[in-house]
């Protein structure tokens, strides 16, 4: 499946580089990854630079907004700029965050959910923290909720419910859309 992932970034440079190198060892890797600096002011920038340069795939867009926290709008006008910097068309568009590691397999694990199922529009894994080398499930939510950080829409259904919305919230609205509109939800844990 053709996709193109987005992570939006302000200020990410504590975790960004393992962020990129756990994306780029994938068993089967995005066809496009869109790195958006939202008016960073560490060394985010020069880490963009660095994977641009080495992968292909990846391109950088920069973009000024606001410093000050805009719950929500923030990071779905970073995603937008994003977005819209695609040329081509793909199958699935993912919006993810910058401070995520991901296993060796996420993206084929997730890719086999939207192949095994043409209702699935919406799918990604759980959300888990590490405290002293052990992981435990963030459990601000249902595992059945597929979080803000890992987000792959099926072009489809991303259209359908209009997109990302820009207020808080924007990651529950968007699962209550596209079940409204008939799309099912998945979660591989």
């Given at each position: 499946m053709k996709t193109a992932i987005i992570i939006p970034i302000h200020n990410e440079e504590p975790f960004l580089e393992q962020m990129l190198t756990t994306l780029?060892?994938?068993?089967?890797?995005?066809?496009?990854?869109?790195?958006?600096?939202?008016?960073?002011?560490?060394?985010?920038?020069?880490i963009i630079d660095r994977y641009s340069s080495k992968y292909a795939i990846i391109e950088s867009v920069t973009i000024t907004s606001s410093n000050k926290h805009e719950p929500?709008?923030?990071?779905?006008?970073?995603?937008?700029?994003?977005?819209?910097?695609?040329?081509?068309?793909?199958?699935?568009?993912?919006?993810?965050?910058?401070?995520?590691?991901?296993?060796?397999?996420?993206?084929?694990?997730?890719?086999?959910?939207?192949?095994?199922?043409?209702?699935?529009?919406?799918?990604?894994?759980n959300l888990y923290i590490q405290k002293n080398n052990n992981w435990f499930y963030e459990n601000i939510s249902e595992k059945t909720k597929v979080r803000g950080p890992i987000k792959l829409?099926?072009?489809?259904?991303?259209?359908?419910?209009?997109?990302?919305?820009?207020?808080?919230?924007?990651?529950?609205?968007?699962?209550?859309?596209?079940?409204?509109?008939?799309?099912e939800i998945a979660t591989d844990t």
């Open positions: 780029m060892s994938q068993t089967k890797v995005p066809a496009k990854v869109v790195l958006v600096n939202d008016n960073s002011t560490d060394n985010s920038q020069q929500g709008s923030k990071v779905v006008n970073a995603f937008y700029a994003g977005y819209d910097s695609l040329t081509e068309d793909y199958d699935l568009v993912g919006k993810f965050d910058a401070d995520i590691l991901l296993p060796k397999n996420y993206f084929e694990s997730i890719f086999k959910i939207f192949t095994e199922n043409e209702n699935v529009g919406l799918a990604g894994g829409y099926r072009k489809a259904c991303f259209e359908k419910i209009g997109g990302l919305k820009t207020s808080i919230g924007w990651d529950t609205v968007d699962g209550l859309l596209a079940i409204y509109h008939n799309w």
